[in-house]
């Protein structure tokens, strides 16, 4: 029994030789991240910030590839059908991995079968904002409004289906409450309108949001996250604000295709750690209200899948169709 527990045990090191390596001599040519939207936005950046940083780094160009299209689905399959060799990458976000599951019925792709989570990257809250002329000056305001009046209280998203309308439905759900949506094709034309006095609230991106909030045209009434923004400590949670159990956030993190070694993807990790904590980064990130991630891949994965089930159940309760 010694002798084959002593043959095994070589032949697990001969199999794990290649992997080790090539992680070592890793990376040995430009790395390709692609991005499943156009550029611009909390991905895009995510992106061009670690490639930037990589390559300074690792002195390899990393090439930043925009695949808008299709709800991501574009992008995302293209890294999913890339060679297994770590060379290429996609900066995702919630949306492809948390909410396409919970809102339609046919994905081309699964978390677990199509890819290897590496790490959080940015972490960003959602806020809920009013126009500054209207009379609804807290997150209890358009709640009370919203109950005496369903149906009645006009509160705009980026579109059917997005992160921000699954959270104004789950804010509905846990409160009783019954607001009118109001889709917009996208974060900009969505927070204009609020701020233009069109609609009177407005379930929005931090980072969209921001110039409007500077300019004083919004007023913030609540943030998603289960804790108060850096960006201003003064604004309450959703749970500060009687939203009970409602969380959430827009992130985006770095995924790799299914079967890069082991080796690699830790190597990607222990880099990225690294990229995270720099000062400058950091700061780049609070531009948009971000704050750096960093989360190990089994924790990040285990996120995922936890965050796209209860947006499920919210589908499934609130009665969301995709357009």
Known sequence: MRWTASIFAALLAL????????????PAKPIRIIVPF???????????????????RWGQQVVIENRPGGNGFIGVM?????????YTLMMAHT????????????VPYELERDFIPITLI??????????????????????????????????STPGTGSIQHLLLEWAGLATGAKFLHVPYKGGAPAITA???????AGSAAMGSAMPHITSGRVTVVAVTTGKRSAVNMSWPTLQESGVPGVESSIWAGLFAPKGVPQPIIDKLYGELTKILEM?????RFAAGGGVPGGMPPAAFKAHIVKEAAGLKEVVIKANVKAE
């Open 15 to 26: 199999a794990s030789a290649p992997s080790q390596a090539q992680a070592q001599e890793y």
């Open 38 to 56: 156009a550029p611009g936005g909390i991905v895009d950046t995510a992106a061009r910030v670690v490639g930037q940083k990589l390559h300074e």
């Open 122 to 155: 940015n972490d960003a809250p959602m806020v809920f904002v009013v126009n500054s002329g209207v009379p609804y000056k807290s997150m209890q305001d358009l709640i009370a409004a919203a109950k005496a009046k369903p149906g009645t209280v006009a509160v």
């Open 95 to 106: 949306g492809e991995f948390s909410v396409n599951p919970a809102i339609f019925k046919d």
């Open 194 to 200: 609020t701020a233009g006095g069109e609609v009177p």
């Open 279 to 283: 000062p400058d980064v950091k700061e």
């Open 78 to 86: 293209a890294t999913a059908k890339s060679p297994a060799d770590g």
